[in-house]
């Protein structure tokens, strides 16, 4: 059985599961519990998608061949990702103001991915090794209440692993956003500290270490930019997530789904569901 295989047959909870839960739990329940089918999708998710395969690429190739793609390739995996999306999407897509209709979307994706393969080389110079792309992990989910495991399995796919020059090993989560991430919310991250808490317990760092985490994310501007924030996870960070965890679980085997109002609310996929939710039996 591959590592992919066994990592989707687990029984295991994610970030994107926590975060959702944590968020909406109503939303968690129509899309985890129930499986309802979304309303409409934001143009954001197949853009990101089809952005990260293209980075994907990039360092794949450098990793298994130690050369890097050319632009052109780059470009023509992301149009080619994004047109299968868009054109197989039974959903209706929603498209935002920075990326106003398919055409737009392309323009700003190449634009991005130009940026990226331009200034990606001068990151790299302090790289030693690069130990993993695209790579699914599970750890055992302790309750660090009682020191106990759950029969859940926290699970992952770390978009890159790097090992520095010093011998540090970083964990790199690679975004495309519209607006800037404050440093404040870059060190509260709760995705990176799901991260770390997979790459201590696959024993790439020492159980006692800290994790060196970095978020690369492509700016969704007019003329596009790439930014990069660093920040770390410390062992007492790893165990208050396991926490938090094992909270969400606990919460969900309590069949507790509640409408939570916020931002997200304008792209939730949910809305006419979570609209008629208190007539529901």
């Known amino acids: 059985m591959s590592t992919l295989q066994s990592f989707n047959q687990e029984l295991h909870i994610s970030h994107s599961q926590i975060f959702t839960y944590l968020n909406c739990s109503l939303k968690y329940k129509f899309q985890y519990i129930e499986g309802k089918p979304m309303e409409r999708i934001s143009i954001a998710l197949p853009f990101g998608g089809a952005i990260h395969s293209a980075i994907e690429m990039y360092?794949?190739?450098?990793?298994?061949?130690?050369?890097?793609?050319?632009?052109?390739?780059?470009?023509?995996?992301f149009e080619t990702c994004l047109e299968l999306d868009l054109e197989n999407s039974e959903i209706p897509i929603i498209?935002?103001?920075?990326?106003?209709?398919?055409?737009g979307a392309v323009k700003m994706g190449n634009a991005m991915l130009k940026v990226f393969h331009e200034s990606i080389p001068q990151t790299l110079q302090n790289v030693q090794e690069i130990i993993g792309v695209e790579l699914p992990l599970t750890a055992k989910l302790y309750n660090p209440e009682d020191s106990q495991p759950t029969e859940f399995k926290l699970a992952g796919i770390l978009d890159l692993i790097i090992r520095d020059k010093d011998g540090y090993v970083i964990v790199i989560d690679n975004k495309t956003a519209a607006k800037p991430m404050a440093q404040?919310?870059?060190?509260?991250?709760?995705?990176?500290?799901?991260?770390?808490?997979?790459?201590?317990?696959?024993?790439?760092?020492?159980?006692?270490?800290?994790?060196?985490c970095r978020f690369d994310i492509l700016r969704k501007l007019v003329t596009p930019k790439m930014e990069h924030l660093l920040t770390s996870r410390t062992p007492d960070q790893r165990r208050r997530f396991a926490k938090i965890a094992c909270s969400v679980l606990s919460a969900i085997d309590a069949k507790i789904h509640i409408p939570q109002t916020s931002w997200m609310c304008v792209d939730c996929g949910f809305s006419a569901a979570c609209k008629t939710w208190h007539l529901q039996s």
């Open 59 to 77: 360092y794949r190739s450098l990793k298994n061949h130690g050369s890097t793609e050319s632009l052109e390739s780059l470009s023509e995996r």
């Open 95 to 103: 498209f935002k103001k920075e990326l106003p209709n398919h055409e």
């Open 184 to 212: 404040h919310d870059c060190d509260q991250n709760l995705q990176v500290t799901a991260y770390s808490y997979l790459i201590a317990s696959n024993r790439y760092i020492l159980p006692t270490s800290q994790v060196q």
